[in-house]
């Protein structure tokens, strides 16, 4: 079954949906889903890779895993600010505590999202951040 989508084809077509997750299984499902939901996903294993592959004046969104070997979404976050990215991030892990949802905010997080997740709420999520206005000089 093709989830509802509420967003018309001409926009969906032009999202892009960037995924780092250090696990196969996830990055493979999250693709699967953004795919058919006729979005473009470009799925990464680690942060550095994304990070070191990113134009930054490149407009779409951003899931993000928290807990990975090497550089965390923490220092990813980081970075893409220090960047001066505009690129609207998700958190999407299964690490939830009341002190890493402050910190990813901190960071400029939109949004964080607990594995596992519903398939309707990521791309209602997605949605969401990719229509955002972007968040100029913010925290």
């Known amino acids: ?15 892009v949906v960037f995924i ?3 696990d196969d299984d996830v990055r493979d ?6 795919r058919s939901a006729g979005m ?10 994304f990070l070191l592959e990113l134009d930054v004046s490149r407009r779409g969104c951003l899931l ?6 090497g550089m965390t979404g923490q220092l990813a976050l980081s970075r893409l600010k220090q ?5 609207p991030v998700i958190v999407v892990s299964a690490r939830d505590d009341e002190m890493m949802r402050a910190v990813v905010r901190e960071l400029g997080a939109k949004m964080f999202l607990r594995k596992p997740v519903d398939d309707q709420a990521l791309l209602d999520a997605i949605q969401w951040a990719a229509a955002s206005p972007l968040d100029v000089g913010s925290a």
Request: glycine letters at 6%.
């Open 1 to 15: 079954m093709r989830p509802r989508n509420s967003v018309s084809e001409t926009n969906k077509a032009g999202t």
């Open 20 to 22: 780092v997750d250090d």
């Open 29 to 34: 499902g999250f693709t699967r889903l953004i």
């Open 40 to 49: 473009q996903a470009l799925a990464y294993a680690s942060a550095e890779r």
């Open 64 to 69: 993000l895993d928290l807990t990975m070997p």
């Open 83 to 87: 960047m001066g990215s505009q690129l």
